[in-house]
């Protein structure tokens, strides 16, 4: 059986059904990270929610940022990040894809989606943030910018990097972390979870020179 | 053996020997899609370059992103792109992923990628720039808006998805794609590709109601 390459031009994809084509256009980019973003607001309310939009912006400074909608179910997160200045960013691993998913959910402001989802928040020194105790590589990040998209209002927040908690077994020699040994999962559409297994580490590539595979695993 | 848990401070981090912080922070924001952005220039010069930071940004419209810096080896794509608004974003498979990362290599300007890495432009009715032929879910994509970072001056170049060419096996009935019968691969760090093995897809989270499996596979 041959397969056939579907051709859909812009007519047609603004003309899809609501749900389809979120579907359709949120698998186009490929693979994402899954993340827990963790916040707690000036009362002490804390909050957890899942984010699949998680991007490096820059190594020095460290930066990172996420994609928010105003009125998304991370509304909690984006206020709480705006009052206290401070988040944390923990990797999901496929011990705990099921309950990152549920965090999700539309659960009441005063509600702890932790409790709601059976996630143990954990403290460090220093940050006001809770962490995941069950992600193995964990940040702090202090608020920086937000940052609105005019095309579709939605936000680019933007954070430096404070404090980093990993498990030591990944971190390699030349500072890269061994994310599949975190058993750190991706994300892809809207729903589907993913472990990976490696292909392998290619060199710095230059013109004319053939790429060799870093052999270090 | 237990493991330990390494925390790393911003002092300790912005002291980092550059290529060591480059490795640790690339790694931090977990796995990243892998993609090839095709263009070319007002006088036909076709180019090529792998991004690892393209990201979802909407539906409806359907926006995609990515982060380029301003003097980085995809300097080439953001002066096509910024001439011709008109781009290509091609998904990287297992069949690719090492000539895929060979086009990070600082290529001069005429000197296209296409040929040096062994990859096939393929052209569609209407859209400018090449594809790559090789590529089994690609997009055509109408520059909309660049973004300047003022932290770091990267710049976040937003683009409209006009044209989606897709392998048929691979969409679902609900509008999703399964990228992993595609065999598209992601990143983690700056040089690790991972193939992905599907743990699940999960209905829509609601508070006090268990997940699901969506079993369609």
């Not at 059904?17 to 693979?31: C, K, M």
């Not at 960013?89 to 894809?97: A, E």
């Not at 954070?159 to 599949?180: C, F, N, Q, W, Y």
Request: hydrophobic share 40%; glycine share 6%; net charge negative.
């Amino acid at each position: 059986m041959v397969n056939q390459t579907i051709h859909i031009d812009q007519n047609q994809l603004s003309s899809l059904e609501h749900r389809y084509r979120a579907h359709l256009v949120n698998s186009l980019s490929g693979f994402k990270s899954a993340n827990l973003i963790g916040s707690v607001s000036e009362l002490g309310q804390t909050n957890l929610a899942i984010v699949s939009s998680v991007i490096h912006l820059g190594a020095d400074p460290a930066l990172v940022g996420f994609i928010s909608r105003p009125h998304s179910v991370a509304r909690d997160t984006l206020s709480n990040i705006i009052a206290t200045s401070c988040y944390t960013i923990n990797q999901v691993n496929s011990d705990i894809w099921q309950q990152a998913h549920q965090t999700s959910a539309r659960y009441e402001t005063d509600q702890c989606e932790f409790d709601a989802v059976g996630l143990t928040p954990a403290y460090h020194e220093g940050v006001l943030a809770p962490f995941v105790a069950q992600s193995r590589l964990k940040y702090a990040v202090k608020l920086e910018s937000v940052e609105t998209i005019a095309l579709n209002q939605t936000l680019l927040v933007i954070g430096s990097i404070t404090d980093i908690l990993l498990d030591d077994m990944a971190l390699k020699s030349d500072g890269s972390v061994d994310i599949e040994r975190l058993n750190s999962v991706c994300v892809s559409g809207l729903d589907s979870y993913h472990r990976t297994e490696r292909l392998g580490r290619l060199s710095y590539a230059k013109p004319d020179k053939p790429l060799t595979l870093i052999d270090d695993y």
